[in-house]
Every structure is written in structure tokens, then in C-alpha cells.
């Protein structure tokens, strides 16, 4: 087993220097055009990123130490308290993980060796998809695809409220390698208060408005369906949709080269989301019995899709995996991290989020050991803390993006804040246990 | 510290060793010549033992993104097969796509000792490396796809000159760390982007122009001028589609004397005889295949029960999906670049076509007479999983089993087969050959494959059990770099493998000037990340000399021409 990312310590900050092509960490989208200008222990994002990622990057060093019970410690004591929680729990559990790929491989090791269950703070969104992956299966596009050959693209969720660059790099893209004169492309909104400001420029056609409800956008679809495979509908709404408005977007979606219906799965935040989702891959596949339409997944935020992808190839499941049998073990409900906390099944919680000081630990009474970043603010003091460095910002590393194609590398942007790398402080503990 | 394997019998083909007994020594990892006098330190008594080199898998499709979701997909193809965490190995699980961990182990504990992803995707060739890193036991190396990627197209269609060709194949093998270039449904992948259901090899791209001919002929030359030890790897046109077996035959005759590899041959070997329209084209190929020594194939062979094909090949992959079991896919669209289909599949023996695959594939192993030009292949997952070889081998080397085999299978299937008429029964040296020297030979690795003077200490032990499945499942002992990693078939000691790279010489000014302008104006990735750094696949300051733990192992090309 290799750490392949352990790369050197970060050195001393230097007086200023301007980094290209760095992976923004802030969104599953990971643009890496980013131009980040470091001075001191500061960076500033001088090119190409967007609030998310300016935020990111830019929050401040603060001076952490580590801490045990509330009193600052070594690293090494820190260390040790750590690992006698684990190795005294029945059976631990390993949440957040935010983390890059090195960060979930060192939790499947412990994770492995203590009997523990693992699961990612945001995957009851990616569960929605996983759950029809697991059943029917989809027709899926990637980024770059899609910025190039898409001339429809149907928004089905509040893109830009959570990838604020999707519509500048994908949709509103200047050039198209298949035209000298790049077509207009149709922007479909399915939903409701969709923030459609971006969907704008001269690559732009017709921009259409469909209004539902969030949770009726799967029954929309279910209609399309329906009146694709030429059987009529009774009544003249569907969703409040008024018929014809469906049958203009059947027959847009029937014109259409490539069509791509793209949805963020944290979006759909509402019971059986999945059943939207699962709507969505069908439309897709009974598009493509004879022309060409896909869909694209957005979402993936905080490292989810890494996590989720490091726990399939080395345990054969996506997340909610428990080892207390000492073979892996799934069960998408049983193992979903807040029931375990909140029916106290898990009796030690080591919560591990290097990326923002805002994904902080479940507020439990459980024994809690957090890795988290520097910054990091608690309403109730964890029982141990141990600062760790954000990979892309303070070491190196490797993520995967939101389409679970592309996986892009994590630079070291040498603040030389000495925080520990998560790989490090994990396989410590591991040693301890 | 001097190893002597005493009085085993060697089966060595690389050094024209055919089972006689000879003493093998061993120092700091490598095979060595003693010198006169010189006394070993440890000393391991094979004698009635068969010694052969660890085994090698040329195509198994072991890491990358489309095994990861073909394991995610199917959570049934683990349940039952969870593998418990041991002493010294990690828990996993696996039948048909197993775990990372797991596919390691099993591979050394059947006595391989490197395995060949097959696919490796330029735009997904960092997953297939962080993959290939968490599969333990075993070295890797990776195919990377080209032919269906926008930019090798515009290059074709717009009539580029070949040193620019040639300098953008040797940039993405750099760029993806790889050590050799595959090419799937040549063209195909990106003329189903644009709505085409089908390309055969004279068929023209819709969009760009070209043929599957053009696509295949430019990378083999242009492989060939680089150096690059193993020639093109053909994933042909239509695969699986019956009466492909023109395909194939149109395919060998157009390679013109430059050297290509047909990978699952048995795939691509389907005539559309009989009242099934169904029926073997082996023998056909196969006799064109002996009088073409350009030409090197591996099989696929299928092996009946559930597993999970994934491909490139989504446009094949597509059709496929009509005979999934159970009913679920995938099929993507990559990046400009290629793209992937996962189809989960049941072979029946009780099915006519599963089982005429089967002795399809059978035929093609049994008729082709040059073993240096045939690997024994399941194309894992999608025929079998890999730790089927050693069933495999013994459908080879025994007849009886062999013929009692094809008893079982669906009767229209055995009337449709020559099969049983086959006497024929592969020989341990053979065997070695198909397993070890051939692979090894065909990819350029010069000091794998062998047991002379110098190769690597990658050395597999086995009982001579005339039950040669029994004899294939559990080795006596696997040594990798020296070491002894498996003894009885169960892991002693965990190590990482390396990784095997080929770095054809090219202008790399030159070439990312363009492609630097291509990847601003369409990609979504900068050419500087897509690139694969040496940093990020191997271990940093492990201290190891080059080719002894994950490191990277570089292998030389030939000259440029």
C-alpha cells in the first residue's frame, strides 16, 4: 500500500509567490484555472475563482494546537488519547471525511483495523444517485463532453446555487471543437427558483422556464415518458405544467444532437429523491434507443465522490460500509452516520473535515475526536482535536470530480502553517491502536 | 544474501528451458549466476517441483474508473464473497470485480506476479494509477486508449504530419504513465457520440471522415517508429456482433505486415451460420492467424456463471445492454476523450450462444500454433474472472476434462463446435509460455517473464498435480523480487509490486504548443493536470532502488525512426 501523496513538509513561507493551474477544492465541479497569489501565510485567489473558492482559499491562519479534553497538547498526546477512544469503543465510527484520496485511504486502514463503519457527512445526497445506479443504471456525460457537444441542456436543479462556475466554464462556453460558429444552445429550468442569471451570452438560445415543484420534477419527467413513448395523457396539467408546454419540451429534447439533463443530487433534498433521479436516468435511456441525450450528475461537494470511490475499490461499496464482522459490510441504511450517532450504535466518533471550518463534528455526547482545520469552531469541545493541514492548500493530494471520470491534483501552496497531514495523524493512530 | 532453489524442474521457454531439473540462485531480488565456490545462505529443496516465473496477465481490467463503478454498481457481486481482514492482509471482498486488495492478493496466491489494466483512459488515468497503487502483490502497468479521442482525430482528419502524430501518442503515454496504447472500437466510441450505431473497419467516421482502417494503421506504424516494445492493441469493430469474424479477417490483412495485437480474439470470432445465425469463426481465423506472424492475440475467454463486463467500448457496450444480467448499466460519454459501458452479464452453459463463446474461444486457443503469439486471457471480468486460469489451463492440458466439459453444454452448441475433435493438449512448457514469456516478450519487459541471469526474482512453485486446476490454484510458493510472498497459496508477506512504464522519445515543445491551445479552448482540465506526474504515482523517498517497491520501472524503446 502506498501513500503516493505523501510529498515533502511544507516549506517555510517565502515572501510571495503566484501559483497556476490549481485545483479549487470548494465544489465538486474542482475547476483547476485557478491563479492563487500567496504572500506570507495569505493566499488571495487572483484569477478564475468564484466566492466559494475565494472563501476557501482566502480564510485566515489561525494558530491551532492540538487538544485533549479542552487543554492543549502535543501532537504525540493528541495522538495517543486518540487512539485509546478507538481502541476501547465496541465500535467506531469514521464520519465527515472530507478529505482527498490519501485522507479516505488512511481511513480504510483504521477503519479496517478497528471494526469500524465509515460514511461521508454529505452521502445521503450521493445515495440518491447510488441507489438507482444499484437498481437500473444510467447514460451518463462528463464536463468536457458536454461543454462541447451539448446544443440542450435541461437544468433540473439549482446549479448555480451550488456550482457557480458550471454555467461560465460548460454552458455559456465560447468555442465548441465540432463548429466554427458555435450553435446556440437551449437552457431548459425544471423547477422552481432556479437562479437562471447565468444562462446568458452569446452562446445562449432560448432559455425556457418549466415551473414545478422540486419534488414534482420527477413526475414531469415521468409524463415526458409517457408522451415519448406516444401514449396521451388525460387533463391538461401535469405538475400544474400545462400539457402543450410538455409536448414543446419533448419536442426539443426529440430535436436535439446531444442532449444533457443535469441535476445536483443535494438539491433534490426531499424524501425519495431518488425516484426523481431514477426518472431522469429513464427518460435518458429511452432517448437513446435512437438519437443521442446523457445525463450529467453534478454535486459532489466536500470530497464525497472521492470518498465514496476510495471506499468502493478497496472495500466493493460506496460508503455506510461497516467492519465489525472484520469483512466489509454494507447497508445504505443501517450504517447512514446520523442514525448511528443519534441511536448512540457508534460509542466513539473520530470526525474527520479538513476542508472548511463550517463542517464541523454532529452535535453528540459520544466520545468525539476530530481532525478538522485549524479554524474550526465547536459549540461543545470534542474530546480530543487535532488540527490538519487542508489538502490543496497546506500539502499535496489527489481529488475525484463530481462526474467520477476525472480526478485532478491537489497542490501545496507552502503556507507553512506546520499542520499535520490527515494521512500522517491517521496511520499514527492506526500504529497506537 | 545468495538464495539456491535446488532440483526443481524449470520450465523456462524465455532461455529454452523445458522441464529440466536445474538449480536457481537468487541475490538482492534478481536471478544471478554464482560465482565458483560461492556457498547460498538459505536454500529451498524443489525437487519433484515445477518451477516456472511468476505468471503475467497481459489484459485484465484491474483499476480504473470503469471497474470502480461496475463494483459500485453491484453490490450482489460481493455479498457472499467478503473477504475477512487476516493477519497481514486487509479485509475486501470479491467474485467478479473484486476489491483492489483482494484482486492482489488472489493474484499472487494463484502465483501471477503482474497484471495489465487494459483500458486506461488518459482523462481517467490518475484513478487507474491511485487503482493500480491499492492493488498489492502484484506489478501494474496500463494500456492507455487512443483512436476515439477528439484530438488524435482532428490530427487524422486534418492530415497531420506523422512526427506530430507520433510526438502526441508518445505525450499522452507520458502524460498517462503508460506501457503500451490500446485502441477500442477504433473511431467507434466517438462516431457514437454522434449518433452512429456501428463502424466497420472501411466504414467512415460520420463527423471526421476517417475509417477504423486509417485509425488502426496510423497508431500500429507510428508505434512502431517510436520503439515501443508492444505493438498496437486492437479492441476491433464490432464486437460481439455476429459475422465479426470479416471484421477480424479484414482486420489481420490490413495490418500489412505491421505488427498488432487482437485482444479477445473470441469476441470477435463469430460467423452467422446455422439456424441461430450463430456459429465459430476460430478455424477461419485462426488459419489466417498461423500464416500471419505479425499478429499476436489474447483469447477472452468466457467461463460460464455471473460476472461484469466494462469496456471502452461503449458504443458495442450499448447494444450489450439488451442481454444484461440483471437488468441495469452503465454507459458513458468521456470527455472528448473515449468513453465506458458496464454491462453485468450471465454466461449459461445451457444457453446456446454462452456456450458456443465457450468453444469458441477453446478452438481458437487449440488451433493456433504459435503459443509466443497467444495469451491466455479472460479478458477479466468480461469472459471470467481471472482466478478461473487455472480451470482454464486445465480445459487445455486435458482432453478428458475437456471433452467431458463439452458434454454439459447446451447440445445445439456442441453440434455447432469441432471442439471434440481437437486432440490437442497444451504442455506445461506451453502453458509457460502463454502465462509468462509471451506476455513478458510482447511488452517489452525485458527482466520479467524469465528465469536466466538477471531477471527479477519473480518465481512461482507448484506441485506437479496431474489435476493441473488443483496445481494452477495454489502454488507451493510465489517469490516476488526474492522474496517469498505465498507459500501453499496463502500470503506470508504482503509487498507492493511496481509500476511499469514505456517513455517513447518525443518533442514534448513541440507538441504542447497545440495541445496546450486545444486544452484552453474546449477542455475543462488544464493540459498541466491532466498530465500524471511521476511524484503522484510513486512512493516519495522510499529509499528502494528503482523496481523494488511501487516504484516506477522504467522500460526501454527502441530507436525512433
Redesign the interface.
Given at each position: 500500500?502506498?501513500?503516493?501523496?505523501?510529498?515533502?513538509p511544507s516549506a517555510p513561507a517565502s515572501a510571495s509567490k503566484t501559483y497556476?493551474?490549481v485545483?479549487c477544492l470548494f465544489c465538486g465541479l474542482h475547476?483547476?484555472?485557478l491563479e492563487i497569489t500567496r504572500t506570507g501565510q495569505s493566499l488571495q485567489v487572483s484569477n478564475n475563482g468564484c466566492h466559494r473558492g475565494k472563501s476557501g482559499f482566502e480564510r485566515p491562519l489561525v494558530h491551532a494546537v492540538p487538544r485533549v479534553a479542552g487543554k492543549t497538547a502535543t501532537l504525540d498526546e493528541a495522538i495517543a488519547a486518540a487512539a485509546a477512544h478507538i481502541a476501547k469503543a465496541r465500535l467506531p465510527g469514521y464520519g465527515g471525511l472530507a478529505t482527498d484520496?490519501d485522507g479516505v485511504?488512511a481511513i480504510m486502514?483504521i477503519a479496517?483495523?478497528s471494526r469500524g463503519v465509515v460514511d461521508h457527512a454529505l452521502s445521503e445526497a450521493q445515495s440518491r444517485n447510488?441507489k438507482v445506479?444499484?437498481?437500473?443504471?444510467?447514460?451518463?456525460?462528463?464536463?468536457?463532453?458536454a461543454?462541447?457537444?451539448a446544443d440542450l441542456f435541461i437544468i433540473a436543479s439549482d446549479v448555480q446555487a451550488f456550482h457557480s462556475r458550471f454555467f461560465e466554464?460548460?454552458v455559456c462556453a465560447e468555442?465548441?471543437?465540432?463548429a466554427d460558429t458555435p450553435p446556440k444552445r437551449t437552457v431548459v429550468f425544471l423547477g422552481e427558483g432556479f437562479d437562471a442569471s447565468a444562462a446568458v451570452g452569446p452562446r445562449i438560445g432560448d432559455v425556457v422556464r418549466i415551473n414545478c415543484k422540486l419534488e414534482r420534477i420527477g413526475e414531469l419527467i415521468s409524463a415526458l415518458r409517457t408522451l415519448h413513448r406516444g401514449t396521451s395523457l388525460p387533463g391538461e396539467d401535469v405538475a400544474g405544467v400545462p400539457l402543450a408546454q410538455l409536448e414543446d419540451l419533448l419536442d426539443r429534447c426529440r430535436k436535439a444532437?446531444?442532449g444533457v439533463v443535469t441535476w445536483v443530487p443535494p438539491g433534490l433534498n426531499f424524501p425519495h429523491a431518488d425516484l426523481t433521479v431514477h426518472q431522469i436516468c429513464e427518460f435518458v435511456k429511452d432517448l437513446?434507443v435512437t438519437?443521442?441525450f446523457?445525463g450529467l450528475s453534478l454535486g459532489g461537494n466536500f470530497g464525497v465522490p472521492t470518498a465514496?470511490?476510495?471506499c468502493?475499490?478497496?472495500?466493493?461499496?460506496?460508503l455506510r460500509v461497516s467492519?465489525a464482522?472484520?469483512?466489509?459490510?454494507?447497508d445504505p441504511l443501517r450504517y447512514a452516520m446520523p442514525a448511528l450517532i443519534a441511536s448512540k450504535q457508534i460509542d466513539c466518533l473520530l470526525w474527520l473535515s479538513s476542508f472548511i471550518a463550517d463542517m464541523g463534528p454532529p452535535d453528540t455526547d459520544i466520545p468525539t475526536i476530530v481532525l478538522g482545520t485549524n479554524d474550526m469552531q465547536f459549540k461543545k469541545e470534542p474530546d480530543v482535536f487535532i488540527p490538519v493541514g487542508t489538502p490543496g492548500i497546506d500539502h499535496?493530494g489527489?481529488i475525484?470530480r463530481c462526474d467520477?471520470?476525472?480526478?485532478?491534483?491537489l497542490a501545496d501552496l507552502q503556507r507553512g502553517a506546520g499542520l499535520a497531514r490527515t494521512v500522517d495523524v491517521l496511520a499514527a493512530i492506526e500504529a497506537a491502536l | 544474501m545468495l538464495i539456491k532453489f535446488t532440483g526443481g524442474k524449470v520450465y523456462d521457454p524465455a532461455n529454452g528451458i523445458d522441464g529440466q531439473v536445474r538449480d536457481i540462485f537468487v541475490r538482492d531480488g534478481r536471478i544471478v549466476t554464482p560465482g565458483a565456490g560461492e556457498a547460498a545462505s538459505q536454500e529451498f529443496n524443489l525437487a519433484g517441483k515445477v518451477v516456472m516465473a511468476g505468471g503475467i496477465d497481459p489484459h485484465s481490467h484491474i483499476g480504473g474508473g470503469k471497474v470502480t463503478i461496475a463494483r459500485m454498481m453491484m453490490p450482489e457481486d460481493h455479498q457472499g464473497h467478503e473477504v475477512a481482514r487476516g493477519d497481514l492482509t486487509r479485509s475486501g471482498c470479491g467474485h467478479a470485480i473484486p476489491s483492489t486488495l483482494t484482486a492482489g492478493y488472489r493474484y499472487a496466491e494463484m502465483g501471477y506476479t503482474a497484471a495489465f489494466e487494459p483500458a486506461m483512459l488518459p482523462a481517467n488515468a490518475r484513478q487507474a494509477h491511485m487503482e493500480m497503487a491499492d492493488t498489492p502483490m502484484i506489478d501494474k502497468g496500463a494500456f492507455v486508449m487512443l483512436g476515439s479521442d477528439d484530438y488524435f482525430l482532428r490530427l487524422l482528419t486534418k492530415g497531420a504530419h506523422k512526427d506530430d502524430i507520433k510526438d502526441y501518442i508518445a505525450w499522452t503515454m507520458h502524460a498517462a504513465q503508460a506501457v503500451a496504447v490500446k485502441v477500442v472500437n477504433p473511431g467507434g466510441i466517438s462516431a457514437f457520440k454522434f449518433n452512429q450505431r456501428m463502424l466497420d473497419l472501411d466504414e467512415k467516421h460520420p463527423f471526421y471522415g476517417v475509417t477504423p482502417r486509417d485509425i488502426i494503421l496510423t497508431l500500429g506504424r507510428s508505434l512502431q517508429e517510436l520503439g515501443v516494445p508492444h505493438p498496437i492493441h486492437i479492441h476491433g469493430c464490432n464486437l460481439g456482433v455476429p459475422g465479426n469474424k470479416d471484421t477480424t479477417l479484414a482486420t489481420i490483412r490490413a495490418s500489412e505486415g505491421t505488427p498488432i495485437h487482437l485482444t479477445h480474439i473470441q469476441f470477435h470470432s463469430y460467423g452467422t451460420e446455422g439456424d441461430m445465425q450463430f456459429s465459430s469463426g476460430a478455424a477461419e481465423i485462426a488459419e489466417l492467424l498461423n500464416k500471419s506472424p505479425n499478429v499476436s492475440i489474447d483469447i477472452g475467454q468466457i467461463l460460464f456463471g455471473q460476472t461484469c463486463t466494462a469496456s471502452g467500448d461503449s458504443m458495442r457496450q450499448y447494444g450489450n445492454t439488451k442481454s444484461a444480467h440483471p437488468k441495469k448499466w452503465v454507459v458513458m460519454d468521456i470527455e472528448c476523450d473515449a468513453g465506458c459501458g458496464v454491462v453485468p452479464m450471465k454466461y449459461r452453459d445451457k444457453s446456446f450462444v454462452n456456450a458456443l463463446q465457450w468453444a469458441i474461444g477453446l478452438e481458437m486457443f487449440l488451433l493456433v500454433n504459435d503459443p509466443w503469439r497467444i495469451f491466455l486471457t479472460t479478458d477479466h471480468p468480461n469472459g471470467a474472472p481471472f482466478t478461473t486460469y487455472p480451470h482454464l489451463i486445465r480445459l487445455l492440458m486435458d482432453k478428458t476434462f475437456r471433452n467431458e466439459m463439452l458434454r454439459r453444454i447446451h447440445p445445439g452448441a456442441q453440434a455447432a463446435t469441432i471442439l471434440g475433435t481437437i486432440t490437442r493438449e497444451y504442455s506445461l512448457y506451453e502453458i509457460a509460455v502463454m502465462t509468462r514469456a509471451g506476455p513478458a516478450k510482447s511488452l517489452g519487459l525485458k527482466d520479467r517473464g524469465h528465469l536466466g541471469a538477471g531477471a527479477c526474482a519473480d518465481i512461482t512453485v507448484y506441485d506437479d498435480n496431474p489435476d493441473r486446476e488443483a496445481m494452477f490454484t495454489t502454488p507451493a510458493f510465489v517469490f516476488k523480487n526474492g522474496e517469498m510472498i505465498v507459500r501453499n497459496g496463502k500470503i506470508v508477506k504482503v509487498v507492493t509490486g511496481d509500476t511499469h512504464v514505456v517513455r517513447p522519445e518525443y518533442d514534448r515543445k513541440r507538441v504542447e504548443k497545440p495541445l496546450k491551445e486545444y486544452f484552453d479552448s474546449y477542455h475543462t482540465v488544464q493540459m498541466e493536470n491532466f498530465r500524471l506526474s511521476d511524484e503522484e504515482i510513486t512512493e516519495p523517498g522510499c529509499g528502494h532502488a528503482p523496481g523494488t517497491c511501487g516504484c516506477l520501472v522504467i522500460h526501454p524503446t527502441g530507436a525512433r525512426t
Open positions: 500500500m502506498t501513500a503516493s501523496q505523501a510529498g515533502a497556476s493551474h485545483t475547476c483547476d484555472d484520496v485511504r486502514s479496517d483495523k447510488i445506479l444499484q437498481t437500473s443504471g444510467w447514460f451518463m456525460t462528463t464536463l468536457t463532453e461543454r462541447n457537444r466554464k460548460i468555442k465548441t471543437m465540432f444532437n446531444y437513446n438519437q443521442r446523457a465514496a470511490s476510495v468502493t475499490w478497496q472495500s466493493g461499496y460506496p467492519f464482522s472484520g469483512a466489509p459490510h454494507y499535496r489527489q475525484v467520477n471520470v476525472v480526478s485532478l491534483p | -
